[in-house]
């Protein structure tokens, strides 16, 4: 039996399957924290922003590197040796707080060290009443001596409303230093400080003893872990 004629189904081809493409490695490589290094320090090393090497390993703002940890370093094609700190030798041509043309013994004049021994009880950008920390509150005994954490000069030495009797020192390079909550000032505007130099007296308040410290660079408040030393 002869039939009057074909029926043909086209049939649309099976989708191909999805080329799994190989997880992409990030771009650049790790370097394994040393003891004494700092953010600051690596990031120098490499050319880059500490803010780059926050942003690529999402570093939390309440952390701390510590030795042994490993952090990319985005764009990085080998991996580089941190300086040590070397020992400088400044001999202060101006008058400084309490001094005049005395010889000062200085680490590294662009690390940032911590200006005051204790407990940090407030970190950056943690909640404070109605406003945020932009900075660190480390605790200390009323009275203690507030050290500057770099060389620069005194751009401020008065008392601020919120903040207190209040410290700011220009380091040369962009950074800013904020030494608040104080209860007596060591310093006047238009001093020359080193490293090291009193430049306060811890505050009390609500109760509490403690320093507030911030670092800027230009306008904006940056993590101080991040650079202390």
Not at 39 to 45: D, G, H, N, S, Y
Not at 115 to 136: A, L, Q, T
Not at 156 to 175: E, K, N, P, R, W
Request: contains cysteine; glycine residues 10%.
């Amino acid at each position: 039996m002869l039939l009057a004629g074909c029926a043909t189904t086209e049939y649309k081809p099976l989708p191909e399957a999805p080329v799994k493409s190989a997880v992409e490695k990030p771009k650049g490589v790790y370097h394994k924290i040393k003891k004494g290094e700092t953010l600051f320090r690596v990031a120098k090393t490499y050319g880059l922003g500490v803010e780059d090497i926050i942003s690529a390993n999402n570093i939390p703002n309440a952390a701390a590197i510590e030795v042994g940890q490993l952090v990319l370093i985005p764009g990085a094609t080998e991996v580089k040796e941190v300086t040590e700190l070397k020992e400088t030798k400044d001999t202060a041509d101006t008058k400084t707080a309490g001094s005049a043309d005395r010889h000062v013994v200085d680490l590294n004049k662009d690390e940032f060290a911590w200006p005051i021994k204790g407990k940090v009880i407030s970190y950056f950008k943690d909640h404070r009443g109605e406003g945020i920390n932009k900075g660190v509150d480390i605790e200390a005994p009323a009275g203690d001596e507030v050290k500057a954490s770099r060389e620069g000069k005194v751009i401020l030495a008065d008392y601020m409303s919120a903040y207190h009797q209040t410290v700011m020192i220009d380091h040369g390079d962009g950074f800013i230093t904020v030494y608040a909550k104080n209860s007596k000032l060591l310093v006047k505007t238009g001093d020359r400080v080193f490293k090291g130099d009193p430049v306060a007296q811890v505050g009390t308040e609500a109760g509490k003893s403690f320093l507030h410290f911030e670092i800027r660079k230009g306008k904006e408040a940056t993590n101080p872990l991040y650079y202390l030393s």
